[in-house]
C-alpha cells in the first residue's frame, strides 16, 4: 500500500461494489443502528475507498448510515488509500471489515476466501486478514456449490455460491438460478430449529393468527407440506 490521505468528498462520489464486498449483504439493522448514532450527535470513523476509483474498501454500513441521515448529497470523511493493484485492494477490504464493525458471519468468511483465491491471494495471508490460522480457511471452502454464471449469488470471480448453514447439505451440487436467488432469503440457521419453533408457537398458542400475512404464509406452507408428504409416503 503507496499511502493514504484523508480527505471530505460528497458521498455520491463514492462506489460501492459488490465485488470488492466481503459480506453477502448489508445488514440494515445495523445502519439503522449508525442512524442513530449519528442523530445523537455521534461521529463515526472515516469510511475506506480506493483513491483511483473511489469504491469504498471499508464503510459500506456507514456510508448508508449518511445517506439515510444526512441525505445522498452530504459530504464525508474519507480515507483514500492508493494500492498497488487489486489483489491487494480486496485484501484490505477484508482484513478491514474482519477487524471491526459488524461480524463477519460464516458466509462472509467463505466467501472472502474464494474472492481472495481467486486473485491469486495464498492461505496464509487470507488466514492472516480473517484473523485465523491458515489451516482453517480450507475448511470454510467446504459449503459451496456451483450455479449459472447469470445468478448475483455467485462469489466474484468464481462460479460458486457459499452455502448457508441451512443449507449446507447442498454442498458440491449445482443450484439452479433460482435456487441461487431464493438462498439469498434463506437464514444463517438450522430450518430444522425454525420448524420446531414455529411448531411449538402454533401448539402453545404463541402464534399471532390475527396477522392476515402470517396466516396466509401459513396456508401456503401447508400445501407445500401436502405434497411433500404424499411424496415422502
Same mark, same amino acid.
Given at each position: 500500500?503507496?499511502?493514504?490521505?484523508?480527505?471530505?468528498?460528497?458521498?455520491?462520489?463514492?462506489?460501492?461494489?459488490?465485488?470488492?464486498?466481503?459480506?453477502?449483504?448489508?445488514?440494515?439493522?445495523?445502519?439503522?443502528?449508525?442512524?442513530?448514532?449519528?442523530?445523537?450527535?455521534?461521529?463515526?470513523?472515516?469510511?475506506?475507498?480506493?483513491?483511483?476509483?473511489?469504491?469504498?474498501?471499508?464503510?459500506?454500513?456507514?456510508?448508508?448510515?449518511?445517506?439515510?441521515?444526512?441525505?445522498?448529497?452530504?459530504?464525508?470523511?474519507?480515507?483514500?488509500?492508493?494500492?498497488?493493484?487489486?489483489?491487494? !485492494?480486496? %485484501?484490505? /477490504? &477484508? +482484513?478491514? $471489515?474482519?477487524?471491526?464493525?459488524?461480524?463477519?458471519?460464516?458466509?462472509?468468511?467463505? #466467501?472472502?476466501? !474464494?474472492? %481472495?483465491? /481467486? &486473485? +491469486?491471494? $495464498?492461505?496464509?495471508?487470507?488466514?492472516?486478514?480473517?484473523?485465523?490460522?491458515?489451516? #482453517?480457511?480450507?475448511?470454510?471452502?467446504?459449503? &459451496?456449490?456451483?450455479?449459472?454464471?447469470?445468478?448475483?449469488?455467485?462469489?466474484?470471480?468464481?462460479?460458486?455460491?457459499?452455502?448457508?448453514?441451512?443449507?449446507?447439505?447442498?454442498?458440491?451440487?449445482?443450484?439452479?438460478?433460482?435456487?441461487?436467488?431464493?438462498?439469498?432469503?434463506?437464514?444463517?440457521?438450522?430450518?430444522?430449529?425454525?420448524?420446531?419453533?414455529?411448531?411449538?408457537?402454533?401448539?402453545?398458542?404463541?402464534?399471532?393468527?390475527?396477522?392476515?400475512?402470517?396466516?396466509?404464509?401459513?396456508?401456503?406452507?401447508?400445501?407445500?407440506?401436502?405434497?411433500?408428504?404424499?411424496?415422502?409416503?
Amino acid at each position: 500500500m503507496s499511502r493514504s490521505e484523508l480527505t471530505r468528498v460528497p458521498l455520491s462520489a463514492l462506489v460501492e461494489d459488490m465485488d470488492l464486498y466481503p459480506r453477502h449483504a448489508v445488514d440494515g439493522q445495523h445502519v439503522a443502528s449508525l442512524v442513530n448514532a449519528l442523530a445523537a450527535g455521534e461521529e463515526l470513523p472515516p469510511i475506506v475507498a480506493d483513491a483511483k476509483s473511489k469504491r469504498i474498501t471499508d464503510g459500506w454500513h456507514r456510508a448508508r448510515a449518511h445517506r439515510r441521515h444526512f441525505g445522498p448529497a452530504c459530504e464525508v470523511d474519507v480515507e483514500m488509500v492508493e494500492y498497488a493493484d487489486e489483489a491487494e !485492494l480486496l %485484501l484490505d /477490504a &477484508v +482484513g478491514r $471489515n474482519s477487524a471491526h464493525g459488524r461480524r463477519l458471519d460464516a458466509v462472509d468468511r467463505r #466467501r472472502s476466501v !474464494l474472492m %481472495l483465491r /481467486a &486473485v +491469486g491471494i $495464498n492461505d496464509t495471508k487470507i488466514g492472516q486478514a480473517l484473523r485465523m490460522p491458515a489451516e #482453517r480457511v480450507e475448511r470454510l471452502t467446504i459449503s &459451496v456449490a456451483t450455479t449459472a454464471k447469470s445468478s448475483d449469488q455467485l462469489v466474484p470471480g468464481t462460479q460458486v455460491i457459499a452455502l448457508k448453514r441451512s443449507t449446507a447439505h447442498l454442498a458440491g451440487q449445482r443450484l439452479t438460478k433460482q435456487q441461487a436467488d431464493v438462498h439469498r432469503t434463506m437464514p444463517g440457521t438450522s430450518l430444522t430449529l425454525i420448524a420446531r419453533q414455529l411448531r411449538l408457537a402454533l401448539e402453545n398458542d404463541l402464534a399471532d393468527l390475527t396477522n392476515e400475512e402470517f396466516v396466509a404464509e401459513l396456508r401456503a406452507l401447508s400445501e407445500v407440506l401436502a405434497e411433500y408428504v404424499s411424496a415422502v409416503a
